[in-house]
């Protein structure tokens, strides 16, 4: 039997099949089993062929990948849903949903122009989004201890968050525990485009008994309102007139992400020195192990998801590794173990 990713492509545009088809093909990790022109024969073939993967357009005639997917989650559970979605406001929407209906992820259709950079900025998006989507399936899990507790009480000023790949899902599992007494500033990172990062808040606000935004430029920092990165954008905080105050700019990319963890957690680090508490979560990549340990070094405390509740074990597993942890909890423990430690039980 093949150790190929098997992977089915959804689209109704047989440019759109043949240009991700193709891509895929190029890959020798990578087999494409079946392609569908829309939702009701993606279903078929996907009872038929058993993908481990699935690229699902949004927008389809007959039956669109919202409801595809739903049937999909049902009838094929084991198969990871990748999202093909337009860079506009109603495809952010729609994406947020499929996401919170338990797709693995989503790749934006190129506004581009030109072919090349169309097939660029899918090889670089979609590729490693499907091979993480079968990292748990296919490769064994590291064995890590458990990390001893080791954070105080009442100490931390601001929580930072940083988190990728499942983070609309597991961001809404934390934000609807947290009270409206939650007593200190949260800033997020979640790796996404822009749109896409203002319709997360809104979402996130509509369940959170605190206020949920995305952030903007010069404003100051509030205590209990927490703060998401804008798409493209990396975010910081500066202390200004004795007030700490949100910038937002466009430097380089860190760990090919902007915004970057990273990036927030080192300003964090600056200004609030052994306040700061991270918390790090699901996602690809390594983004937010140096910012931890930057955080670390200033008396600062880094809480890491597992990698049992970890979408993707990538972050965690990143800052884990490298000593920044005081603790690693699952998902279902996180919020009831940060009320404790800002004492808002």
Known sequence: MSDKIRVLVVDDSAIMRKLITDILKKDPQIEVVGQAENGKKAIELAKALKPDVITLDIEMPEMDGLTALRF????????????????????ARATLEALSLGAFDFVPKPSTKSFL??????????????????????????TLPKVATRIKSGLYRVLGIGVSTGGPQ?????????????????????HMPPLFTKQLAER??????????????????????????????????????????IHLHQGPPKNN?????????????????GTCLA????GMGRDGAEGAQAIKKKG???????????????MPRAVIESGAADEVLPLSEIPRRLKEIFRCL
């Open 72 to 91: 999909l989650k049902r009838e094929v559970p084991s198969a990871r849903v990748i999202m093909f979605s337009s860079l506009t406001q109603e495809g």
């Open 117 to 142: 950079e169309s097939v660029k900025k899918i090889e670089e998006e979609l590729l490693p989004k499907i091979k993480g989507a079968t990292e748990k399936v296919k490769a064994p899990l590291l």
């Open 204 to 245: 996130l606000n509509k369940i959170s008994a605190i206020q949920v935004k995305e952030a903007e430029e010069g404003e100051p920092v509030k205590e209990g309102v927490a703060y998401i990165a804008p798409g493209d954008y990396h975010m910081v905080v500066k202390k200004e007139c004795n007030q700490k105050v």
């Open 170 to 190: 597991t961001l809404t599992e934390i934000f609807k525990e947290l009270p409206g007494n939650f007593p200190v500033p949260i800033l997020v990172v979640q």
């Open 257 to 273: 992400c902007r915004p970057s963890v990273d990036v927030l957690f080192e300003s964090l680090a600056e200004i609030y020195n």
């Open 300 to 314: 600062g405390a880094v809480i890491a998801q597992d990698a049992n509740t970890s979408i993707v074990f990538g």
């Open 279 to 282: 918390l790090v979560l699901t």
